[in-house]
Nanobody
Framework: QVQLVESGGGLVQAGDSLRLSCAASGRTFSISRMAWFRQAPGKEREFVAAVSWSGENTYYTDSVKGRFTISRDNAKNTVYLQMNSLKPEDTAVYYC????????????WGQGTQVTVSS
């Protein structure tokens, strides 16, 4: 099992920045990829960004490219999402997820952290 705990959400104004953190514990050696997803009110959960556990590869949805940066600190078993130039449409609950080796599924999820961007 892998446990994930997010932090760093809050209320900001458009154009501001926030950094989300996701601390992983448990069987972290089994993780091949970490990701951030988000869910806005009335919408389905969507993929935001992902990083391989080695940190060599990163992936982003088009709407956040150039504004968000995902990174990881393996010594701390922590993944970060640096969010710059935030827009009201970025308002959502942000979830951290972990994907084990040899699977395309994300069975491990954090509890979520609220990000609200006011215009």
């Amino acid at each position: 099992q892998v446990q994930l705990v997010e932090s760093g959400g809050g209320l900001v104004q458009a154009g501001d920045s926030l950094r989300l953190s996701c601390a992983a514990s448990g069987r972290t050696f089994s993780i091949s990829r970490m990701a951030w997803f988000r869910q806005a009110p009335g919408k389905e959960r969507e993929f935001v960004a992902a990083v391989s556990w080695s940190g060599e590869n990163t992936y982003y949805t088009d709407s956040v490219k150039g504004r968000f940066t995902i990174s990881r600190d393996n010594a701390k078993n922590t993944v970060y999402l640096q969010m710059n130039s935030l827009k009201p449409e970025d308002t959502a609950v942000y979830y951290c997820a972990a994907r084990p080796v040899a699977t395309r599924q994300y069975p491990y999820w954090g509890q979520g952290t609220q990000v609200t961007v006011s215009s």
